[in-house]
């Protein structure tokens, strides 16, 4: 028979591995003259060395960014871009409405702090190679043109593995 200790061991380490892997740490990240102000940028996975993130395939890493708006926003959306050498590729997000799917609700007030989280899947299909993530959260009502839409705009290195 199992005893009840060793279940409870099991338990615990898979449970250790559950959290480690899911583990946020504090990434290195350029602020491309973001229009709210960014606290932080964190993400899963990207290990405690170097400046890129090792992005394993088959994986799901998530990004949290943590924000204060400046202006009130009803309306966010995510757009995610990859930059191989000198040409820019999307990469897909099953849903870029940020108020649904990012772990934030909206309208966003002005000076509340906010947890946006998302995961991005990295496809088997991928290459292996080194990118620049440029990770933007738009606001489609903002009408204004002085850099307009753009209310978050975050850089950040990255490695296809
Ligand atoms: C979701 O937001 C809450 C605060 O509203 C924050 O504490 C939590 O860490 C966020 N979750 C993720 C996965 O980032």
Not at 6 to 24: A, K, M, T
Not at 48 to 67: K, Q, V
Not at 71 to 88: C, D, H, P, W, Y
Request: glycine share 6%; proline share 4%.
């Amino acid at each position: 028979m199992v005893s009840i200790r060793s279940l409870l061991l099991v338990f615990i380490v898979l449970f250790g591995v559950v959290v480690c892997q899911s583990r946020f740490r504090q990434i290195r990240y350029k602020n491309c003259k973001s229009k709210l102000d960014i606290l932080s940028v964190e993400a899963t996975e990207c290990g405690e060395s170097g400046t890129r993130c090792p992005f394993t395939r088959g994986s799901e890493p998530r990004i949290r960014i943590a924000f204060k708006p400046k202006q009130r926003i009803n309306k966010l959306e995510t757009a995610v871009r990859a930059k191989l050498g000198s040409v820019f590729v999307p990469f897909h997000l099953e849903n870029n409405d940020a108020c649904t799917g990012g772990n934030i609700t909206c309208p966003l007030e002005v000076g509340k702090t906010y947890y946006y989280s998302q995961s991005v899947k990295i496809l088997n299909e991928y290459p292996n190679v080194d990118v620049q993530v440029n990770w933007l959260l738009q606001n489609p009502e903002d009408q204004s043109n002085d850099g307009g839409r753009r209310e978050a705009c975050i850089i950040f290195l990255a490695k296809v593995v």
